[in-house]
C-alpha cells in the first residue's frame, strides 16, 4: 500500500491542523494505521493509532486531549485532527499502516508493527 501525508505547515501555538495520510494500491480496511513523528535531534516516536474499522484508538500521553485520530474507510483516509498545538510539537508527522487478518479491534502502537510508512509531513509550531 502507497501513502500520501499532507496538511502540515506553520501554526501559532494554541492553533490547529489537520493531516491527513490517503492510501493506495490495497484495501484500505485491510490496516491498522498510525501516527509518528519525529523532532530534530530526537527519535520518531508514536502519536495516535485506529484500529482497522476505526472502532478503537490510542493516544500517546503527550497528545492525549488534544489530537483525534479517525480514519474513513469510503476515503480510504486516515486523519489526525491537532488542537491546542505546542511549539514541543513541531516535528515531521509520518502515518503508517500495518496489514491486518481479521476484523479486530487492535491498534499498533510500536514502528517494528508497522509494514508501510509514508514520506511525512512538516508541522512547525512557532511560540
Known amino acids: 500500500v502507497q501513502l500520501q501525508a499532507s496538511g502540515g505547515g506553520l501554526v501559532q501555538a494554541g492553533g490547529s491542523l489537520r493531516l491527513s495520510c490517503a492510501a493506495s494500491g490495497d484495501t484500505f480496511s485491510r490496516y491498522a494505521m498510525g501516527w509518528f513523528r519525529q523532532a530534530p535531534g530526537k527519535e520518531r516516536e508514536f502519536v495516535a493509532a485506529?484500529?482497522?474499522?476505526?472502532?478503537?484508538?490510542y493516544d500517546a500521553d503527550s497528545v492525549k486531549g488534544r489530537f483525534t485520530i479517525s480514519r474513513d474507510n469510503a476515503k480510504n483516509t486516515v486523519y489526525l485532527q491537532m488542537n491546542s498545538l505546542k511549539p514541543e510539537d513541531t516535528a515531521v508527522y509520518y502515518c503508517?499502516?500495518?496489514?491486518?487478518?481479521?476484523?479486530?479491534?487492535?491498534?499498533?502502537?510500536?514502528?517494528?508493527?508497522?509494514?508501510?510508512w509514508g514520506q511525512g509531513t512538516q508541522v512547525t509550531v512557532s511560540s
Open positions: 485506529i484500529s482497522v474499522r476505526g472502532g478503537t484508538t
Open positions: 503508517a499502516a500495518a496489514r491486518e487478518y481479521s476484523l479486530s479491534r487492535v491498534v499498533r502502537r510500536t514502528e517494528n508493527e508497522y509494514d508501510y
